[in-house]
């Protein structure tokens, strides 16, 4: 059996609780059962499934995020890390482990709900929801805390509990939405089926892709050494999943980009990458662990040429801005129309920019006390994307604004000049910081 579950069930289980939970869930149905004439209708299946959201998406949720706290706090974490079980075993042990008892209160609340709905036709999708609804809530807090863990900071209760929030209304959208969408459907590629369907394949595939995170987070906890293979499938995936979404789209094909039979690549698989690499470039570098050394590393094993212990310690943020260059040449050179170049689709300078803003944000990380990195990043970069160019051009000054941010000039060539002098001036300063860190850290 896993250690860490048995562990887990061990210190969940006991005999209190064990009687405790089933006798305080029946007195609550023995009085639903008795206001409504001496049955079971929809009142009492709609207090089971409030009774379990409340129990395993909201409760378990937060049992799991706080796994690894408690850990922390009992100083038992470091002897985890240095004991012989892997990231899998220990990805099972506490996503299930912690939560044990939640879903213990779960089932008895699923099983009320099987006994009183009066729509049989939607139990086993209304059921498949739920239980991949805790399943995909549980796993994400646990990642969110691994992550807190990663950047060696103490899981914030505030934040933790905003997010147990968020997929607690997350959750419950998707359970009212799969009453309502029996009767409408959806195309993926060629594909098609109800809404309901591909709904429950989608958070399914959610819920792997977070627990293979977790395990992966986990992995770099337990020093085991592990190549970004992963990344880049869930990279693929995401442009496979999302590009069937517009697969027929006619603005997607003709509007944005060329739908051009000389092209030797895809259009909109190339723009629906670039999308993806970029975004998940800034989500990464605000929750990754910035560490010079890190950098010194990498720069080191370039220059040996050791590219397996390179891959080992490359971070994800950087594997996207480096796919992102060659999609954005592409994308520049073969597939922009006019109607892109009106909307400021410059591919070319968001990546420079983008380029600008990873360097701003290792700039300030990389300072003596960089406890604030996270909320000086931000400040910087929302004066130079909202603050700064909304005082000039209400000054009109459209040039200055322009140099600024320089997505809002008419010119793909003056865009290029402006975001790539920025990127150089930022980066130049970053790499002498850089240098000043890691001296006084060797």
Same mark, same amino acid.
């Given at each position: 059996?896993?250690?860490?579950?048995?562990?887990?069930?061990?210190?969940?289980?006991?005999?209190?609780?064990?009687?405790?939970?089933?006798? $305080?869930?029946?007195?609550?149905?023995?009085? !639903?059962?008795?206001?409504?004439?001496?049955?079971?209708?929809?009142?009492?299946?709609?207090?089971?499934?409030?009774?379990?959201?409340?129990?395993?998406?909201?409760?378990?949720?937060?049992?799991?995020? &706080?796994? =690894?706290?408690?850990?922390?706090?009992?100083? !038992?974490?470091?002897?985890?890390? !240095?004991?012989? =079980?892997?990231?899998?075993?220990?990805?099972?042990?506490?996503?299930?482990?912690?939560?044990?008892?939640? %879903?213990?209160?779960? $089932?008895?609340?699923?099983?009320?709900?099987?006994?009183?709905?009066?729509?049989?036709?939607?139990?086993?999708?209304? =059921?498949?929801?739920?239980?991949?609804?805790?399943?995909?809530?549980?796993?994400?807090?646990?990642?969110?805390?691994?992550?807190?863990?990663?950047?060696?900071?103490?899981?914030?209760?505030?934040?933790?509990?905003?997010?147990?929030?968020?997929?607690?209304?997350?959750?419950?959208?998707?359970?009212?939405?799969?009453?309502?969408?029996?009767?409408?459907?959806?195309? %993926?590629?060629?594909?098609?089926?109800?809404?309901?369907?591909?709904?429950?394949?989608?958070?399914?595939?959610?819920?792997?892709?977070?627990?293979?995170?977790?395990?992966?987070?986990? *992995?770099?906890?337990?020093? @085991?050494?592990?190549?970004?293979?992963?990344?880049?499938?869930?990279?693929?995936?995401?442009? @496979?999943?999302?590009?069937?979404?517009?697969?027929?789209?006619?603005? %997607?094909?003709?509007?944005? +980009?060329? /739908?051009?039979?000389?092209?030797?690549? /895809?259009?909109?698989?190339?723009?629906?990458?670039?999308?993806?690499?970029?975004?998940?470039?800034?989500?990464?570098?605000?929750?990754?662990?910035?560490?010079?050394?890190?950098?010194?590393?990498?720069?080191?094993?370039?220059?040996? &040429?050791?590219?397996?212990?390179?891959?080992? &310690?490359?971070?994800? %943020?950087?594997?996207?801005?480096?796919?992102?260059?060659?999609?954005?040449?592409?994308?520049?050179? $073969?597939?922009?129309?006019?109607?892109? &170049?009106?909307?400021?689709?410059?591919? =070319?300078?968001?990546?420079?920019?983008?380029?600008?803003?990873?360097?701003?944000?290792?700039?300030?990380?990389?300072?003596?006390?960089?406890?604030? *990195?996270?909320?000086?990043?931000? @400040?910087?970069?929302?004066?130079?994307?909202? +603050?700064?160019?909304?005082?000039?051009?209400?000054?009109? $000054?459209?040039?200055?604004?322009? @140099?600024?941010?320089?997505?809002?000039?008419?010119?793909?060539?003056?865009? +290029?000049?402006?975001?790539?002098?920025?990127?150089?001036?930022?980066?130049?300063?970053?790499?002498?910081?850089?240098?000043?860190?890691?001296?006084?850290?060797?």
């Amino acid at each position: 059996m896993n250690p860490e579950l048995q562990r887990n069930f061990y210190l969940e289980f006991s005999y209190s609780r064990l009687i405790g939970m089933p006798i $305080f869930l029946a007195v609550i149905f023995a009085l !639903t059962y008795l206001s409504n004439d001496n049955q079971f209708n929809d009142v009492t299946a709609n207090i089971a499934m409030s009774l379990y959201v409340f129990i395993v998406l909201f409760w378990g949720a937060r049992q799991a995020a &706080e796994s =690894i706290a408690d850990e922390l706090r009992n100083h !038992t974490w470091d002897i985890q890390k !240095t004991s012989a =079980i892997s990231p899998w075993t220990l990805t099972w042990g506490k996503l299930f482990g912690s939560t044990l008892f939640n %879903w213990y209160g779960g $089932f008895l609340c699923l099983f009320v709900y099987l006994l009183s709905t009066s729509k049989p036709e939607f139990i086993f999708i209304i =059921i498949a929801y739920a239980l991949s609804s805790g399943l995909l809530a549980h796993s994400l807090s646990l990642l969110v805390s691994l992550f807190a863990l990663r950047k060696k900071q103490a899981f914030n209760s505030s934040i933790g509990y905003l997010f147990v929030l968020f997929m607690l209304f997350f959750s419950l959208g998707l359970l009212n939405w799969a009453e309502d969408s029996v009767l409408k459907t959806i195309r %993926w590629y060629s594909f098609e089926m109800n809404t309901q369907t591909f709904g429950l394949l989608s958070l399914l595939l959610a819920c792997v892709w977070s627990i293979v995170g977790v395990s992966r987070l986990l *992995a770099q906890e337990l020093q @085991v050494r592990t190549l970004p293979w992963v990344w880049l499938l869930f990279i693929v995936f995401l442009v @496979v999943y999302i590009q069937g979404l517009f697969f027929q789209d006619p603005t %997607w094909h003709q509007i944005i +980009i060329k /739908s051009s039979a000389n092209i030797p690549f /895809s259009p909109p698989i190339a723009l629906t990458a670039f999308s993806i690499c970029t975004f998940f470039a800034y989500c990464l570098i605000f929750i990754d662990d910035n560490n010079p050394m890190q950098m010194r590393r990498l720069w080191i094993y370039a220059k040996e &040429e050791n590219w397996e212990r390179f891959l080992e &310690e490359i971070p994800c %943020w950087l594997i996207n801005v480096i796919i992102s260059v060659p999609l954005s040449i592409y994308l520049t050179l $073969f597939c922009l129309t006019e109607s892109a &170049e009106k909307l400021h689709l410059y591919p =070319i300078p968001i990546v420079l920019l983008m380029v600008r803003d990873i360097a701003i944000i290792l700039f300030v990380n990389y300072a003596k006390n960089s406890k604030r *990195a996270f909320s000086l990043s931000l @400040v910087y970069l929302t004066f130079l994307y909202a +603050i700064i160019p909304a005082i000039f051009l209400q000054m009109n $000054f459209t040039l200055m604004a322009g @140099v600024f941010l320089p997505l809002f000039t008419n010119n793909l060539a003056v865009s +290029i000049i402006f975001s790539g002098l920025q990127a150089a001036v930022v980066g130049y300063l970053l790499f002498i910081r850089w240098q000043k860190t890691v001296n006084q850290l060797s």
